[in-house]
């Protein structure tokens, strides 16, 4: 079945440093991106997201970036807010599952 | 706004009790999940459904039932807990085109003791 492996479990960056973080997944038939954002006691919360047919999206600080041949997935994050601190998770879509990967503790310290 | 509420933030359950979830959305989505979340293993599917009585397996169904009598809800049940379900339980929702966004609940911490 569908996997997707993200790594690094953990990131600490200092404030206005960039973070990458990135994914994999195994099911070539996999075809939307999703990436959430999960605050302390919130919940998971859609900031970006990218379809088989681009192969970079960006919005403001954010942006992703996608290689269908490797299936690798990344997320980058410019010029770190202590904001940004949160639980990162990518995901892969076949047929609308949702297949999540184990989530990016990210740390941006001022 | 799309609103996916759950029923209960927190829960504290017996081993062996039948538990229900329940969660209701107001998008008249067509597709609904159930997610576990544990630290170091993301979010996991249980099990989903694209259609009122239509049901499908996830990743780690064992344990678990689901319900959707209504199009806006969507029950997860447990038949008999036990301890190592204790975990933050997620259900999700999106419209039924392909590549859509998914709407959290704000997520279930049931313990299991």
């Known amino acids: 079945g569908e996997n997707v492996e993200q790594h690094p479990s953990t990131l600490s960056v200092q404030e206005g440093d960039s973070a990458v973080i990135k994914c994999t997944y195994s099911?070539?038939?996999?075809?939307?991106f999703p990436w959430y954002k999960q605050e302390l006691g919130k919940r998971p919360q859609l900031i970006i997201d990218?379809?088989?047919?681009?192969g970079e999206k960006k919005d403001q600080r954010i942006a992703v970036t996608l290689n269908k041949t490797a299936k690798h997935f990344s997320l980058h994050i410019t010029e770190t807010q202590p904001e940004d601190s949160a639980v990162y998770f990518c995901?892969?879509?076949?047929?609308?599952?949702?297949?999540f990967g184990t989530g990016t503790r990210l740390q941006v310290f001022p | 706004d799309v609103k996916v509420t759950q029923s209960s933030r927190y829960l504290v359950k017996r081993t062996g009790e039948k538990v229900f979830l329940e969660c209701v959305q107001d998008?008249?989505?067509?597709?609904m999940f159930w997610y576990r979340q544990d630290p170091g293993l993301g979010l996991r599917l249980i099990y989903f459904?694209?259609?009122?009585?239509?049901?499908e397996k996830g990743d780690i169904p064992e344990g678990y039932s689901v319900s959707r009598e209504k199009k806006e809800r969507f029950s997860l049940i447990l038949e008999s807990a036990s301890t190592n379900q204790t975990s933050m339980y997620l259900c999700?929702?999106?419209?039924?085109?392909?590549?859509?966004?998914?709407?959290f609940g704000q997520g279930t911490r049931l313990t299991v003791v």
């Open positions: 998008m008249d989505h067509e597709n």
């Open positions: 999700a929702s999106s419209p039924g085109s392909l590549n859509t966004e998914a709407f």
């Open positions: 099911d070539s038939a996999s075809n939307y």
């Open positions: 990218i379809r088989s047919n681009v």
């Open positions: 459904s694209y259609d009122v009585k239509m049901k």
């Open positions: 995901a892969a879509s076949i047929a609308d599952k949702l297949i």
